[in-house]
């Protein structure tokens, strides 16, 4: 397991960024979570309750954390997020 934390990313990782299957994101927090998500250019919210998982990002996406953290997710990713972190398996 790996600990990330990202501010601004580049265009070239964007560019860079592969499909594959969807990742899934698991609320980990003790009070539900609002995600961002962009994909293609389109940013949605996604909303997780406590311990709730979902699948996003079947062709890869950045995913923004409420404590403005970024992270870029190629699809088939497990992440947690917990204590406002991205945690990747």
């Known amino acids: ?12 990782a964007a560019l860079s960024v ?3 299957s969807a990742a ?3 609320n980990g927090e003790a009070e ?8 293609n250019g389109e940013r949605s919210e996604v909303v ?3 311990g ?8 890869g996406c950045f995913v923004t954390l409420p404590s403005g953290d970024r992270v870029v997710l190629s ?5 947690s997020v917990s204590n406002g ?3 990747i398996e």
């Open 1 to 12: 397991m790996r600990s990330l934390r990202f501010g601004s990313l580049s265009l070239a």
């Open 18 to 20: 592969t499909a594959g």
């Open 24 to 26: 899934s994101i698991t």
């Open 32 to 39: 539900a979570l609002t995600l961002v998500v962009t994909e």
């Open 48 to 50: 997780l309750d406590v």
């Open 52 to 59: 709730q998982t979902q699948s996003v990002c079947p062709s």
């Open 75 to 79: 699809g088939g990713e497990s992440v």
């Open 85 to 87: 972190r991205a945690i």
